[in-house]
């Protein structure tokens, strides 16, 4: 099967001013431009309502853009009707049919595309055993755990081998151990195939953790394109910064040299590294404050009170207040001291940790 990987086709996307509006005044993608290179784990990552689902459609052709061109492994599909596409979508509701048969429900596809019944049994075995699920292709749907149906909902887009699967939050429904487990399962799938997926999520941690790359989206509009470190250690503004999760996010309200005057106080920057105006802002990530007696040669510091510790297991969250403003702080739970609510404490602030984003 590993073979068969590394020579499957895959198609690279384009997308080139795509406009699509529903009614007068809903616009749900507002000129996005992408591209997405063959073999790619892509992800689409966005709040509610901000257009993913859309452009999922646009790329099945379920729905038609207003303007704008869609090429795929070179082909210009913006008028191939969805069946004639080598696209195949996964939605989040499985769509499977409940009374038949894991066989029968894979071989739909390859009987409606005219495929002999002996062929069809073959591939449906082949990919029953490539997803491990050969066991159980003569169960009925209805007698599958919801984690199976999803499998084989998978395992049905997959077996006419098209060259782009398109994948709208299919791990949603199911509970935080199988959801994991399944994107593990399916970032590896995906490797193996050499397929390209776009997939969709409005879920940071999930993008991050299946993604080569990832497009945020708010309000139809493209926000930042980056791999997973890129987007979440260099926000292109303070819209991606607080949607990958950010929280100690501060305005920065005049600068002087290298230094900033932010809420929680005045920090220094690299020289010269770190363009800012007023008006930016400035990202301080929890995990590289230290709490600290002695400030380490170079560093700022701040004074601050622990308001709040979160015990998380594997690590311990202070919530600080300095200056009148709350700041996060991820301390490792190894062997360091724990510092209670009340405290008065020491924050050394590394300058090459600071991170500016424009607004
Ligand atoms: P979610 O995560 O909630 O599914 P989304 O990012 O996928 O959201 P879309 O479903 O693409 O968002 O919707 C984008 C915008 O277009 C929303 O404001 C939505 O209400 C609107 N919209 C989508 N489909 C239609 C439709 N068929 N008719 C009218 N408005 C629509």
């Known amino acids: 099967a590993d073979q068969e990987a590394a020579t499957r086709k895959a198609s690279s996307i384009e997308l080139h001013g795509l406009h699509k509006r529903f009614g007068a005044d809903t616009i749900a993608l507002d000129g996005v431009d ?27 052709g379920l729905e038609e853009p207003d303007q704008g061109t869609l090429v795929v492994g070179g082909k210009e599909l913006t008028e191939v009707p969805p069946h004639r596409r080598s696209v195949n979508t996964v939605f989040q509701s499985y769509a499977l049919f409940p009374h038949l048969s894991v066989r029968d429900n894979l071989a739909f596809g390859l009987k409606m595309r005219g ?11 082949e990919i029953a055993a490539f997803i491990k699920l050969g066991d159980l292709v003569e169960r009925r749907v209805d007698q599958l755990s919801g984690g199976q149906r999803q499998r084989i909902a998978l395992a049905r887009a997959l077996v006419c081998e098209p060259d782009v699967l398109l994948l709208d939050e299919p791990l949603s429904a199911l509970d935080a151990g199988l959801r994991a487990q399944l994107q593990v399962e399916l970032q590896r799938l995906q490797k193996r195939l050499g397929m390209t997926f776009v997939f969709v999520t409005h879920d940071q941690d ?13 309000s139809g509009n493209i926000q930042q394109v980056g791999t997973p470190s890129e987007v979440y250690e260099r926000p292109a503004n303070a819209f991606v910064a607080r949607f990958m999760g950010h929280e100690n996010l501060f305005a920065i309200h005049a600068r ?100 500016t984003v424009v607004a």
């Open 115 to 125: 495929l002999p019944a002996g062929k069809r049994d073959a591939r449906v075995d």
């Open 256 to 355: 002087e040299d290298d230094r900033v005057q932010t809420d929680i106080g005045w920090l220094r920057l690299v020289p010269g590294e770190q363009d800012s105006t007023p008006g930016d802002w400035l990202l301080v990530r929890p995990e590289t404050l230290e709490i600290n007696d002695t400030v380490p040669e170079g560093y700022n510091h701040l004074a601050g009170v622990v308001r709040e510790r979160l015990y998380r297991g594997s690590r311990i969250e202070y919530v600080l207040e300095v200056n009148g403003h709350a700041l996060m702080v991820v301390a490792s739970n190894l062997g360091q001291r724990v510092h209670q609510a009340g405290d008065a404490v020491t924050i050394s602030v590394c300058p090459e940790d600071l991170v």
């Open 206 to 218: 999930e993008a991050m953790v299946m993604s080569d790359r990832i497009a945020v989206l708010d």
């Open 34 to 60: 992408l591209s997405i290179r063959a073999g790619e784990f892509f992800t689409l990552l966005g709040p509610s309502g901000c257009g993913k689902t859309t452009l999922l459609r646009i790329l099945a």
